[in-house]
């Protein structure tokens, strides 16, 4: 092991808080989000609510918001046009519905195990949307753990028994945003999805910024936010614990670049992640001020020839890790897929960051022409921990001498 960092770690990280902005991947110039106006106030009874609320979306001014205000909504799929938010006030919760018919996109296999997986339609769908969003410290629950209508099973449940049939699940995702501009997630919580909590497809502009996302260790598939194909993202001042990848940067069908992930802190889920699906490859991403307290993978990034592609440009600075099992897993070799594309991964930084807890550090690469390629600063580890490495160029220095047992202020502030 080589070198000790001379510079305090907590300095360091307080000084990144400060700047971050100019550090940011990003291009965009993001600033704390502020709610929207209200163009009409909903107030909850005890029905379906899916019309109701779907036509006051569809008959907002644009740039305004429909705002939730009290009590518990139950609703089925909402789609949130242009320009247009929902609000979804302090003390409200919206929960889906947990009927399959409601988002089955007409084969009728939304709530059954079949080799395709693709049988429903989200709860809520942006759509070729410019400037919408969900705002407010209210409550979206996915109701992953309730059993479905007509059925004798959870969605949760669901999942879990496609993993036995080595099957896929037909369940819908909690929020999926397509082809669209400058969306904004702020302060809402999101629990329980049936499937993925947050999902893009070829977005350019996505700002989500002190959500929470709170659901079991145990839901299976249950992603936080997934940007895929997707350009100007910033995910900043969030509290992610789930049953899978916290954070989960995909490019299966466009690239994924200029993101930045700042000032957050996961708890129970798979970390920070890069792929698998990284075919159209991923470039320009930034994490900073991340703590990581109880996942089961740290830094992550994931391919395989089957789902390969190029990750280059990727920075990781002020991270803090306690209690994870594989604090930084480079792995070309994921689930040992194979196909005929070719997984690189280039210029990938690591700087001041403490891992209190031992693990497991793994660089996987495909062949000697084709390494991992890492660069370490200030790197600081748990004495004992258990080094993996294979087909790897790794540079810089990294030390067993990390001294503390909190994170303390490495992470969302």
């Known amino acids: 092991m080589l070198g000790q960092s001379s510079m305090n770690f907590a300095a360091a990280a307080t000084l990144m808080l400060l700047v971050h902005v100019g550090y940011a991947k990003d291009q965009r110039t993001v600033t704390e989000p502020k709610n929207p106006q209200s163009c009409t106030t909903l107030k909850a009874t005890s029905g379906d609510e899916t019309q109701t609320i779907q036509k006051a979306l569809n008959s907002c001014a644009k740039g305004k918001a429909v705002a939730l205000s009290s009590g518990t909504f139950y609703s089925g799929p909402l789609t949130i046009p242009s320009g247009i938010s929902l609000l979804v006030d302090s003390g409200v919760t919206l929960k889906a519905l947990p009927d399959p018919s409601l988002y089955d996109l007409g084969r009728k296999t939304c709530g059954t195990l079949d080799e395709q997986g693709v049988g429903c339609k989200p709860f809520i769908t942006f759509h070729g949307a410019t400037g919408s969003g969900i705002y407010g410290k209210g409550v979206i629950d996915g109701q992953g753990d309730q059993t479905m209508t007509g ?118 889920g798979h970390g920070m992640s890069i792929g698998s ?79 209190l807890t031992k693990g497991t550090f793994t660089f996987d690469g495909l062949s000697d022409t084709k390494p991992v390629e890492a660069t370490m600063k200030d790197v600081h580890i748990k004495k004992g921990s258990k080094w993996i490495t294979s087909n ?18 490495a992470g969302n502030n």
């Open 151 to 268: 059925k004798s099973e959870s969605w949760w449940k669901l999942a879990a028994d496609a993993k036995k049939k080595n099957n896929f699940q037909n369940n819908p995702r909690l929020i999926q945003i397509n082809d669209s501009v400058d969306i904004t997630l702020y302060q809402i919580t999101l629990k329980n999805s049936p499937f993925y909590h947050v999902s893009t497809s070829k977005t350019y502009g996505l700002t989500v910024w002190g959500i929470t996302i709170n659901t079991p260790s145990t839901a299976r598939n249950t992603d936080g936010v997934d940007p895929m194909g997707s350009q100007n993202v910033t995910i900043a001042h969030c509290s992610i614990s789930t049953g899978d990848d916290n954070v989960a940067i995909k490019a299966m069908d466009a690239p994924s670049r200029h993101i930045s992930v700042l000032n957050n802190h996961f708890g129970s």
């Open 277 to 355: 699906e990284i075919t159209y490859g991923g470039s320009d991403i930034t994490i900073s001020g991340l703590t990581l307290d109880g996942t089961t993978n740290g830094l992550r990034i994931k391919s395989n020839t089957f789902r390969g592609g190029l990750v280059t440009g990727v920075s990781y600075t002020n991270v803090c890790m306690l209690e994870v099992k594989h604090p930084i897993l480079l792995d070309m070799e994921y689930g040992k897929v194979t196909g005929n594309l070719t997984p690189e991964f280039k210029n990938i930084t690591f700087s001041n960051v403490k891992v």
């Open 392 to 409: 790897a160029k790794i540079t810089g220095t990294w030390a067993e001498d990390v001294t503390g047992t909190a994170c303390g202020n």
